[in-house]
């Protein structure tokens, strides 16, 4: 069995035979009062956020994850198809684990999953893509001295927001994590 003083933030424990990952994590020592340690964890199967406060040296149950690099081949109603690399095994992800990143997948690119058991539990997209831009409105010639920004679709089927000197046909760099154009690929 492992302690609180044992795990830290992105740790994956089995909390009320949930799994969660601790994403704010801090350790206090409150005046005369005993330490404590305050967490803040994300159940992974529902996504909802939980506080929970700690003993010190209390007893915690960390899950044994492993992460695997995938390769995305394709969509499969609920599911999402992705090859082991090492074994070429076909393994089917449900697609609600992408969350927002989803969107953004192209085949053939590496995605990250994690497993329990041989059960995934948590995956995602790469944090930065490049696409190409299948739609926008055409950008007009000394458009770039104010910071505003038009829509786009990308080859994947996603909208984004883009500056006005973007156009159709170039290529851009997206962060998948907030769908935000990060800057065009040459």
């Known amino acids: 069995m492992a302690t609180t003083a044992d795990i830290n933030v992105g740790s994956i424990i089995r909390f009320n035979n949930e799994l969660c990952v601790i994403t704010e994590y801090q350790h206090r020592t409150p005046g005369n009062l005993r330490a404590f340690y305050q967490a ?27 992460y695997k690099n995938l390769q995305y081949i394709y969509s499969e109603g609920e599911h999402i198809v992705c090859m082991d690399n090492e074994t070429f095994e076909q393994i089917h992800i449900p697609a609600d684990l992408f969350g927002n990143g989803l969107k953004f997948m192209k085949e053939g690119m590496e995605v990250k999953v994690a497993f329990e058991n041989e059960n995934p539990i948590s995956a995602e997209a790469p944090t930065f893509v490049e696409v190409e831009i299948t739609y926008t409105e055409p950008g007009l010639r000394g458009d770039t001295a104010t910071n505003t ?15 006005l000197f973007c156009n159709q046909g170039d290529k851009i760099k997206v962060d998948t994590r907030t769908s935000a154009y990060v800057e065009r690929v040459k």
């Open 40 to 66: 803040k964890m994300k159940n992974l199967k529902t996504g909802k956020s939980v506080e929970y406060r700690f003993r010190s040296g209390e007893e915690v149950i960390i899950a044994r994850v492993e």
């Open 149 to 163: 920004l038009k829509q786009a679709t990308i080859e994947t089927g996603a909208i984004v927001n883009v500056p």
